[in-house]
C-alpha cells in the first residue's frame, strides 16, 4: 500500500478522498484541514489534522488548494527530503519549496462539490524531479485512472489554456444560449440533444472537421439576421469574434 497525506478540503480533495477509499493500493493516512467539520463526512475524525506538526510520515503529500496558496503551504511543511506534490494546471513543479522532493498531480477535469465524477477516464497529468518518484504518483494514479500521462511543466501550461477553451468557455456560451432560450421562452433542453452530439462527434473527428454552421457555410445572410436579431451588445460581439475565427479556421484576422 502506498501511504498518501492530502493538505486541503476543496472540490479537488474532496473527490480525491472518495476515489481513494476505493483503492486497493493506496491508504489515506490523513488528511490537514483548517477546519475539521469540512471533512467529517468522508473521513474518520483521527485521520484530520489541523496543525501542520501533527503530519505523520507518508509516502506522498498531495497539495490540493488554490494556485496562490501552494508555495506558501509548501513552505510551512515541518520535514524534509519527502514527496511533496501538488494538483495544479498552471503552478511549476519549482513553486514547491525545494527542501522536499517535488511533483505534480494534475487530474484533468472540472470538479463541482456535488457532482459525481468518474474517475477511471480522468486524465492524470504528473511530472516529478526523479524517477523513482514517478513511479510512486504512477501507481497512485493508475490505482484510480486508466488515463496516466508524463507531463512537463511547460506541457501543463498548454492543457490548461486548452482546458479553458473547450471547458470554461464553452460552458460560457452554453450560459448565453440558456439566457437566449429564457427571454424567448423557449424551453433550453430542446438544445440538449445537440450539445451532447457535438460532445460525442469529436470523439471520432478532428474538431475542425466536425465544424459546422452559418460560419463554416459562410452564409452572409443567415449571419446577418442572427447579429440583427440579437439585442445583447456582448452577445452580438461573441458572435461576430466566433464567426471570424471560424471563417478564419482560427488564424489571426
Request: charged share 20%; aromatic share 8%; net charge negative.
Amino acid at each position: 500500500m502506498i501511504r498518501i497525506t492530502l493538505i486541503g478540503s476543496g472540490n479537488v480533495a474532496q473527490h480525491l478522498i472518495q476515489a481513494f477509499a476505493k483503492s486497493e493500493l493506496v491508504d489515506i493516512v490523513q488528511v490537514f484541514s483548517r477546519q475539521e467539520e469540512t471533512l467529517s463526512h468522508l473521513l474518520d475524525p483521527t485521520q484530520i489534522v489541523t496543525d501542520y506538526s501533527a503530519l505523520q510520515e507518508s509516502d506522498a503529500y498531495i497539495i490540493a488548494v488554490a494556485d496562490n496558496a501552494i508555495s506558501s503551504v509548501s513552505e510551512q511543511l515541518p520535514f524534509k527530503n519527502r514527496l511533496v506534490v501538488h494538483t495544479s494546471g498552471t503552478v511549476s513543479l519549482n513553486a514547491l519549496d525545494p527542501k522536499n522532493r517535488r511533483g505534480v498531480f494534475y487530474p484533468l477535469q472540472t470538479f463541482s462539490k456535488n457532482a459525481a465524477v468518474d474517475f477511471s477516464v480522468i486524465p492524470f497529468c504528473l511530472e516529478t524531479e526523479n524517477h523513482s518518484d514517478y513511479s510512486v504518483l504512477e501507481t497512485v494514479a493508475k490505482s484510480i485512472s486508466n488515463a496516466v500521462f508524463p507531463i512537463s511543466s511547460e506541457q501543463r501550461k498548454a492543457l490548461h489554456v486548452s482546458a479553458v477553451f473547450v471547458n470554461n468557455f464553452t460552458n460560457h456560451l452554453y450560459q448565453i444560449g440558456h439566457e437566449i432560450c429564457k427571454e424567448h421562452q423557449v424551453p433550453f433542453e430542446i438544445l440538449k440533444p445537440l450539445i451532447e452530439e457535438t460532445a460525442q462527434k469529436i470523439k471520432i473527428l478532428n474538431p475542425a472537421d466536425a465544424q459546422t454552421g452559418p460560419a463554416k457555410r459562410n452564409d452572409s445572410s443567415t449571419i446577418e439576421a442572427h447579429l440583427d436579431y440579437l439585442t445583447n451588445e456582448n452577445q452580438k460581439n461573441i458572435y461576430k469574434l466566433l464567426t471570424q475565427s471560424i471563417q478564419h479556421n482560427g488564424k489571426t484576422f
